[in-house]
C-alpha cells in the first residue's frame, strides 16, 4: 500500500491590515478609515472604506469587522476573529458569478448563510446594489479575490473618470500614482 501524501496545510487566513494592503496596492486607491477624526457615524468606526480619486464619493470595496444592530447582523461580524471584505460587483458580475441579478436578490436571501467563511457570497443589505462580500476569505480563495477587487476597482476607476477626474480638495486625483 502506498502511503498518501502528507495533507497541504490550509493557507493562513489574511487579516484585516493584509486584506488592506493588498487593496491599497492598486493604482489610485485611498483609504478612509472611519473614526472620530474622519466624521464617520459612531456606528461605522473602526471599517475601512476603499475609493479610486480623492472625491472619495462611493467605495469600491471596505472591511467591517463589526455588526450593526438593527441594520447589518446577518453575518455575525461580533464573533472572535471574523471580518467581512465587502466589493461592488455590479450587475453583470454580479448575475455570473451568482446566477441571478441584483433586483432578484431578495428572492434568494433565505436560502444564503451569511454566517459562512471563506465563500464568496451577496451581501446580506447591499446584495440588491450588486454587491458580494466575502468572511475571513482565506488564502485558498484569494485570487478569486484579487479577481473581484480588480474588477471593482476597474469600473471605480472607469466611473472616475467618467465624472471627470475631478480632484479632490488636495488637488490630487493621478490615478497612475500608487496606492496610498
Do not use: K
Amino acid at each position: 500500500m502506498t502511503p498518501s501524501p502528507p495533507p497541504v496545510p490550509a493557507a493562513p487566513i489574511p487579516t484585516e491590515a493584509e486584506l488592506a494592503r493588498r487593496i491599497l496596492a492598486l493604482p489610485g486607491v485611498t483609504q478612509v478609515w472611519a473614526d472620530a477624526a474622519s466624521g464617520a457615524p459612531r456606528a461605522s468606526w473602526g471599517e475601512r472604506f476603499f475609493f479610486v480619486g480623492p472625491d472619495r464619493r462611493r467605495p469600491f470595496a471596505t472591511i467591517v469587522a463589526h455588526d450593526t444592530p438593527g441594520f447589518d447582523e446577518d453575518s455575525r461580524l461580533d464573533r472572535p476573529d471574523v471580518h467581512r471584505l465587502n466589493v461592488e460587483l455590479g450587475r453583470a458580475e454580479f448575475q455570473r458569478r451568482f446566477g441571478y441579478p441584483p433586483a432578484r436578490f431578495p428572492d434568494h436571501r433565505a436560502g444564503i448563510d451569511f454566517t459562512r467563511q471563506d465563500e464568496v457570497l451577496p451581501h446580506p443589505v447591499y446584495g440588491l446594489h450588486g454587491w458580494a462580500c466575502v468572511l475571513r476569505p482565506g488564502g485558498g480563495l484569494l485570487p478569486e479575490v484579487d479577481r473581484l477587487l480588480a474588477h471593482a476597482h476597474a469600473r471605480a476607476v472607469d466611473r472616475h473618470r467618467r465624472a471627470g477626474g475631478r480632484p479632490g480638495p488636495d488637488g490630487g486625483g493621478n490615478l497612475s500614482a500608487p496606492g496610498r
